[in-house]
């Protein structure tokens, strides 16, 4: 490999890391009839199947790649990664 070809794979292996990707945390999910889903207003309740503290999954580009618990800190939402999946599942 010639120097010009490391600088040419090191300047494409920087621009990926300027990529930005959506990261999004799943704190549960439910499945309701629509005739329910259309009577839901303020105030309204909808149960999740997790436990309170049950570990959240954490997505990346649509895919799940971690679990993390929930916690606050400064008055905002984090969560902190439990664990990383071995392969990104959909």
Known sequence: MTSDQIQVGKA????VYDVDVEVYAVLGTATLP????LKLGRGAVVELE?????PI????NQRRVA???VG???????VTVLDVLKRATE
């Open 12 to 15: 494409s292996e920087d621009a």
């Open 34 to 37: 629509i005739a329910q889903l």
């Open 50 to 54: 997790r436990k309170v503290n049950d």
């Open 57 to 60: 999954d954490l997505y990346v």
């Open 67 to 69: 679990t993390a618990d």
């Open 72 to 78: 606050v800190a400064d008055d905002r939402l984090i």
